[in-house]
């Protein structure tokens, strides 16, 4: 396996990869499809998203926009891309490492499920390898990978809202802290749709605390498999967010008083203009 990353099959059948350094998995051990599906794809809502857009005669071929940091394997956008049916997904993806995503492109793909989803974003994957920083085809829709510094790269984008879900998958706090820390999150905020629905994997407090100080309403995200319970996202109720499974009361209380000790949620970015495709362009 390319630059040392070491293959590793989770529990339903599907392949993730340890990495090199510290040896964290891409995924969860009991099942790296499950959790794209259920950490990401289905807690953000796509396939209902997807419905309504296919639904909605004025809106036909409106897309489904996503941002989707850590692009790793490509298992939470083949997740994604099963979950939009025939309504064009547009993504833009971070990554710092493109070693991790040669590295995924090798991988057995299953369950039997996944494959085909699998086999369409590592088309895609492989060809954006070829052009990052471009729009490449993914199927009906497109994906942009950008490669680096997801604050720098994420930076560059039009503030204006245009996401409709996040998925925020790098690898954890303790690994590095640049992608949980309000300034990137706050950069995540200022670029989601009023409806919008951010996911994580982690319960971290300190992450809740950034999530919150970065403008967002935080609640509690679904278990998986073994896992506990991931982090859910958006914008507060009065600015069109919607209404997330509460945490524990004592959580609760918890995240308030950091979050008071620390001090107001700052604004989001300033607008850096640009058209809403222009994520995409």
């Given at each position: ?13 599907s ?11 891409c ?46 394997l ?39 499920d ?34 680096g ?82 982090t ?50």
């Open positions: 396996m390319g630059a040392g990353f070491e293959p590793v099959l989770t529990e339903d059948g392949w993730t990869l340890a990495h090199p350094e510290h040896g964290e998995a995924h969860s051990l009991h099942g790296a499809w499950e959790e794209a599906l259920l950490r990401y794809a289905r807690p953000c809502r796509l396939a209902e998203l997807a419905a309504s857009r296919r639904e909605a005669r004025a809106s036909s071929g409106a897309p489904v926009r996503l941002l989707d940091v850590g692009t790793g490509g298992l939470n956008l083949a997740a994604a891309l099963a979950e939009c049916g025939d309504v064009p997904l547009e993504v833009v993806t971070l990554e710092s490492d493109p070693r991790v995503v040669r590295a995924g492109l090798e991988l057995p793909c299953g369950p039997a996944a494959a085909p989803f699998q086999l369409a974003c590592r088309e895609s994957l492989a060809a954006a390898l070829d052009a990052p920083g471009r729009a490449v085809p993914l199927g009906a829709g497109r994906v942009r990978l950008l490669l510094d997801g604050c720098a790269t994420l930076a560059e984008l039009p503030a204006r809202p245009q996401f409709d879900a996040v998925f925020l998958d790098p690898f954890s706090p303790a690994r590095g802290r640049g992608l949980w820390e309000r300034e990137f999150l706050s950069l995540v905020a200022a670029r989601m749709q009023p409806a919008a629905l951010l996911s994580t994997y982690t319960s971290s407090l300190t992450v809740r605390v950034e999530l919150a100080r970065a403008g967002l309403a935080v609640g509690r995200g679904p278990r998986v498999g073994t896992k506990g319970s991931g859910l996202a958006s914008l507060p109720r009065g600015s069109g967010g919607e209404a997330l499974p509460a945490l524990d009361p004592r959580t609760q209380r918890r995240l308030d008083a950091r979050v008071a000790r620390s001090g107001p949620a700052g604004p989001k970015a300033p607008p850096l203009g640009g058209e809403m495709d222009g994520a995409f362009a």
